[in-house]
């Protein structure tokens, strides 16, 4: 053992304080840079990773030039009778710029492994970036943060080519233990040069150690649940806030392949939004919630200017006094049941009303004795009630529900949609709900709103917009599967070209192209071929549901393979255990009164 321990003191000394900086810079770094998409990143990530490619002795005579007393920063320091060069000062300088590189490559990877919803979704709960970044980026990011530490650490443990250029060899006051290895090499001192070697090796595989320990302590063990949990979505104790439940939606955004250009407005409770899969239903909860801004146009809600492109208007997420439940539900996973309800409170509270608060919601969705747990630990339907908990406790002035059901099986699915439409009868603000399914969406929305490909091609109440649909697209979405090309044979009877049977129709046939179509569960099978639009039909195959039969049908005559069919009929399997004991050709009417005639796809 060398009788001069100076060099171990100096580096441990320089490599703590040289990380503490590139911590501080690293992490604030890697987060700017994810969300930055300048024209300048590639250049500046450049200049960041540059000192790790760099040989250790151009980083130092770099630095020398930059710290030396002709240099801008050894000038601007002299001027204060500071000097830098050959202190140990310029080994923390020098070890923090050769360290820094591996800092932000970890921190930029860690960040960019953190759910974007999660962020959206604290930003969206009235959180500012700097809670964002410290309550969620940063606890979510830990581990990986953590690993960079250590290696930024251990990298500045072992800095020897740019220590050497800026602070050079000067035993007791900037040797440290990589020069003194190199040195006691040079004299032949080979003990000293192991002795500081494995100094070195021991003190980074220690860090490497304890961090993977502290990794292990935190995974989180996942107990069984049962599933026999009652389930009831949020009654609140509170009274109902009045709101003047207005919306106004007028903006318009291009992407590379797809253009947004809606406009609409609602006076009604909640409206659903529906649509076929990229037709925009999501992109539109997003620009209201401000995750997403539009190119142009305006949002007002109850009166208020949310966005509005001519008057630049564009409040952040946490201005708006948006509800935002996302389809993952987005709960933050290092925060337990309680602290993730608690986060949807506004700020400003005392401890003892957050308590009181949170106490009440979870008792609301049945979930008191879950408080502690973390949402790894929940089932799909507790974890949806923890969302929907933490989205309303701040009393939001709209409630943006986007497929809030999809993650739950068909029993749980219809026990959460029954607790959400009572929740909402007690709510009086605004709720848009995004659904592929459209029987969901009729029983809990008023309006049902109709997108296609970024554009609105219905809006209307419920009723009329699923017995009234105005083109082929809009119906198919609406559920009807029977369509046929047609043309006007006179004032009350068209031609049904795909069918190749003439119909009596109630409503005026259009001047355009258009085109006939039935709902398959408004086929009705008549006894009396007297009825208008009564026709024989042969069975060409079934499809099977637990309580419902599809029936593939052609009319008029037998088919001649298998996909030889007409049209499509729903009927429960009561109906169909009587009807098949019938010897085919059976008979079928399509109901004047039930005919719809709309504008083909094409126009």
Partial sequence: ???????????????????????????????????????????????????????????????????????????????????????????????????????????????????????????????????????????????????????????????????????????????????????????????????WSLMIIGISLLGLILINFWDRSKVIKTPKISKAQSLRILSRGESPIHLTDRLIVDIQKQYSSFYLDVSFSTSTRSLGVLGASGAGKSLILRCIAGLETPDRGKIILNGRTLFDSEQKINLLSRDRNVGFLFQNYALFPHLTVAQNIAFGLPKGLSAAQIQQKVEAQLRSISLLELRDRYPSQLSGGQQQRVALARTSIGQPDILLLDEPFSALDTHLRSQMERELIATLQNYEGVTLFVSHNIEEAYRICDDLLILDRGQIIAHDRKAIVLDHPITSIAARLTGCKNFSHASQVNSNTILAVDWDCQLQVDLAIPDHPFQVGIRAHHLIFATDRSKPNTFPCWLVQTSETPHRLTLYLKLNSPPTFDRDYHIQAEIFKEKWLVMQQNPLPWLVQLDPARLLLVKSDSD
Wanted: net charge positive.
């Fill in 1 to 195: 053992m060398p009788q001069d321990l100076s060099p171990l003191w100096i580096s441990i000394k320089v490599a703590l304080v040289a990380t503490l900086f590139t911590f501080a810079i690293g992490i604030t770094a890697a987060y700017a840079m994810l969300s930055y998409r300048g024209k300048w990143k590639s250049l500046i990530e450049g200049i960041i990773i540059a000192p790790m490619v760099f040989p250790p002795t151009v980083v130092g005579f770099l630095l020398l030039l930059l710290c030396g007393k002709n240099g801008v920063l050894g000038q601007l320091l002299e001027r204060f009778h500071i000097n830098i060069v050959f202190t140990w000062y310029a080994g923390v300088i020098a070890a923090t710029v050769v360290s820094f590189p591996l800092m932000y490559k970890a921190a930029l990877g860690a960040f960019e492994q953190v759910d974007r919803n999660l962020i959206k979704a604290a930003r969206t709960l009235g959180a500012n970036e700097f809670t964002v970044f410290w309550r969620i980026a940063i606890p979510l990011a830990l581990p990986g943060i953590l690993a960079g530490t250590v290696l930024a650490f251990a990298r500045a443990l072992g800095e020897f080519g740019a220590t050497l250029m800026l602070a050079g060899n000067i035993p007791g006051l900037t040797q440290t233990m990589p020069i003194a290895i190199y040195f006691a090499v040079e004299a032949g001192a080979m003990q000293e040069a192991w002795f």
